[in-house]
């Protein structure tokens, strides 16, 4: 039986920049960055309290993966904002958000209380977003 998921994909557009943004401005640790021939590498990042959970920031280049039509077709969609990579969970929201704004962290909305509990949305580099909220936020009245 399956008891954890250990790596997924963040698909970014280019990952010298991916990794400034997820390592300098969220605070991820470097796991792996290991060259795969001329022009690709494996480079994986983690959370700094989920250490078992790696990101890989997967580069949208036309390849044998991704043919000429899928790759222009993938970035734009990333370009436009259109991948939702998922939630991100802190301590404190507020200090949070004010912490990675002033990095240089581009927020599509503040935290804000929402019927489910307080959450603040942001984009990476590439124009993914995510989905920030504190610990426990989900039913706890105390989540704001």
């Known amino acids: 039986m399956i008891t954890k998921m250990t790596i997924t994909n963040i698909h970014v557009l280019n990952q010298d920049s991916a990794y400034d943004f997820y390592v300098n401005k969220l605070g991820f640790k470097l796991v792996d960055d290991i060259p795969m021939g001329p022009e690709s590498r494996w480079l994986t990042v983690s ?78 580099d590439s124009g993914n977003y995510f989905s920030l909220q504190p610990l426990n936020n989900f039913g706890n009245e105390n989540s704001i």
């Open 47 to 124: 959370p700094p309290e989920q250490p078992d959970l790696q990101l890989v920031l997967f580069p949208v280049t036309v390849s044998k993966m991704f043919p000429k039509d899928v790759a222009e077709t993938l970035i734009g969609l990333i370009k436009k904002g259109i991948f939702g990579c998922g939630v991100l969970t802190c301590n404190d929201i507020f200090a949070t958000y004010e912490e990675l704004k002033a990095k240089g962290v581009e927020f599509i909305k503040a935290p804000t209380k929402e019927f489910y509990g307080t959450e603040a949305l942001f984009k990476d």
